[in-house]
């Protein structure tokens, strides 16, 4: 799965890009401002594939100055499929964070990194999933607990599942290099808090 183009799991062309985009906002897009997003394709392919999807109803036009508009139609009988499959990204972290809160061991702090965080995933990406655990944890239970998640994410998503780990003495050692870093910078949280990660590394400069 591409996180960043969720409708190419089922379509792998521009209405599926042009879908997810409308089905994200509420508001309407011209063909330009839709262009000034899906810049990877041209402003001609993008008006063709709206004009498409308004002759089958689930994209609504309306002529606007010299211009048309258009919004996903929200009363469609396709709508809530498209809707939901252009969220695949935040159902993902939430189902990460209700299990993560469900271990019995949970991880003092864990994101999603890498590709899946920056927007850039290809369908062979890997998933990238960082886990530090307090340093006390039992380690076969929370091998066990790893295990299990990495099978159930790769099952959800089609991606291998590469979990990064650490516990926080290591964190504190200096361990994982420029990775906290970009996990601080862009990825995203699925338990715990960046505040707290954000701390661990201005500590260790000191």
């Given at each position: 799965?591409?996180?960043?183009?969720?409708?190419?799991?089922?379509?792998?062309?521009?209405?599926?890009?042009?879908?997810?985009?409308?089905?994200?906002?509420?508001?309407?897009?011209?063909?330009?401002?839709?262009?000034?997003?899906?810049?990877?394709?041209s402003e001609e392919g993008i008006r063709k594939v709206l004009i498409r999807l308004t002759r089958q109803g689930v994209v609504h036009s309306e002529r606007v100055g010299n211009a048309y508009s258009y919004r996903l139609n929200r009363d469609h009988l396709a709508a809530?499929?498209?809707?939901?499959?252009?969220?695949?990204?935040?159902?993902?972290?939430?189902?990460?964070?209700?299990?993560?809160?469900?271990?019995?061991?949970?991880?003092?702090?864990?994101?999603?990194?890498?590709?899946?965080?920056?927007?850039?995933?290809?369908?062979?990406?890997?998933?990238?999933?960082?886990?530090?655990?307090?340093?006390?944890?039992?380690?076969?239970?929370?091998?066990?607990?790893?295990?299990?998640?990495?099978?159930?994410?790769?099952?959800?998503?089609?991606?291998?599942?590469?979990?990064?780990?650490?516990?926080?003495?290591?964190?504190?050692?200096?361990?994982?290099?420029?990775?906290?870093?970009?996990?601080?910078?862009?990825?995203?949280?699925?338990?715990?808090?960046?505040?707290?990660?954000?701390?661990?590394?201005?500590?260790?400069?000191?």
């Amino acid at each position: 799965m591409q996180l960043n183009h969720p409708l190419a799991t089922i379509t792998p062309t521009l209405d599926g890009d042009v879908l997810a985009l409308l089905a994200q906002h509420e508001a309407a897009f011209t063909t330009g401002q839709m262009h000034r997003v899906l810049t990877r394709y041209s402003e001609e392919g993008i008006r063709k594939v709206l004009i498409r999807l308004t002759r089958q109803g689930v994209v609504h036009s309306e002529r606007v100055g010299n211009a048309y508009s258009y919004r996903l139609n929200r009363d469609h009988l396709a709508a809530g499929p498209i809707v939901e499959m252009a969220h695949l990204p935040r159902t993902l972290l939430h189902r990460l964070e209700e299990r993560l809160e469900g271990w019995a061991f949970p991880p003092v702090y864990a994101a999603v990194f890498g590709s899946a965080a920056r927007g850039t995933m290809t369908a062979d990406s890997d998933l990238d999933l960082l886990l530090v655990r307090a340093d006390d944890t039992p380690l076969p239970s929370w091998e066990e607990q790893v295990a299990a998640l990495s099978t159930d994410v790769t099952r959800w998503t089609g991606n291998d599942t590469r979990p990064l780990e650490y516990t926080v003495s290591e964190l504190a050692a200096g361990g994982a290099g420029p990775v906290l870093h970009d996990v601080l910078e862009e990825g995203l949280t699925v338990a715990g808090s960046r505040a707290w990660l954000n701390r661990q590394l201005r500590e260790r400069k000191h």
